[in-house]
């Protein structure tokens, strides 16, 4: 599944090759995604100039003088830069065709990603407007979860999971920073002190920077490539090692549910 590094090494890879390009076309193949495809998206769109986009949470967002497009990668989705002469194949479902010819694809066999247009401010969009800071800026902080975390008794693992709390945090990166900052991902929320959220929240920023620079090296991928773009293999230390040894003590890992999601994590060096 497209993680929130995978979403910013697209929003990366295809801003050089869309941002101050002129809508011709939206072509939609197949509007049953996650939710229907407006159907006034042609109409709405064409003529318009993409002057920006960026990310938000794991919405890419295609800032234009009328509106915004939303778009969400899903469980299995990932955007192509092609030209106009490549002929689309079973889950191509959306084509944002350029006046320059070129072409962005979207591809999602599982057809749980989303294509949605607003012309209200993006951050008021009922998908948006709840949502926590971003963990890569400067309001996501230590003092931030620790007040957020007052009285919660949530294992801090679901908390830092939690998007109303910061965006972005997907499981194998809570395991990941968990392990990082030596927290016991079921310690409750509540009773981690202000000084340990301070290393969480560095771990959890140096954990989602790794995973995006080593997606650098995929950026290739976006143009003109057949194969989809690989979601990033990441050198993990505790996320898929249960049984394995501690690379830090040499003791196993231990595996865990924690709300139904695998949680693993070194019993000697987090507490
Ligand atoms: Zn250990």
């Known amino acids: 599944m497209p993680e929130l590094p995978e979403v910013e ?22 509007p049953k995604l996650r939710w229907p495809v407006p159907e006034t998206l042609n109409q709405d769109l064409t003529g318009l100039c993409i002057q920006s986009v960026s990310r938000r949470a794991k919405y890419l967002l295609f800032s234009t ?36 010819g070129t072409v962005l694809r979207l591809n999602d066999p599982r057809r749980f990603g989303a294509v949605l ?16 800071p971003e963990p890569l800026l400067s309001d996501f902080n230590g003092e931030l979860l620790y007040s957020l975390s007052k009285n919660r008794k949530t294992a801090v693992k679901s908390f830092i999971m939690d998007s109303h709390i910061v965006v972005g945090v997907g499981n194998i990166y809570a395991n990941e920073a968990l392990f990082m900052a030596g927290i016991l991902p079921t310690r409750q929320a509540g009773k981690v002190s202000l000084t ?13 920077q790794q995973a995006i620079l080593q997606g650098g090296t ?15 293999q990441q050198r993990l230390r505790v996320y898929g090692r249960a049984g394995l040894p501690c690379v830090s003590c040499n003791q196993p890992l231990t595996e865990i549910r924690i709300a139904n999601r695998s949680t693993v994590f070194c019993p000697n060096c987090q507490r």
């Open 117 to 132: 247009w607003t012309t209200k401010p993006a951050a008021e969009h009922q998908l948006l407007k709840d949502l926590g």
């Open 9 to 30: 090494t697209t929003c990366r890879g295809i801003a050089p090759h869309i941002e101050g390009q002129i809508i011709k076309q939206v072509i939609v193949r197949q």
């Open 196 to 208: 340990r959220y301070q290393k969480l929240a560095e771990c959890i920023r140096v954990v989602l």
């Open 65 to 100: 003088a009328s509106g915004t497009v939303l778009l969400h990668l899903g469980m299995s989705g990932n955007l192509r830069i092609m030209s106009l002469d490549q002929a689309a194949g079973k889950h191509d479902h959306v084509d944002f065709v350029f006046t320059d």
């Open 218 to 232: 995929t950026l290739r991928d976006f143009v003109n490539e057949t194969g989809k773009p690989g979601y990033f």
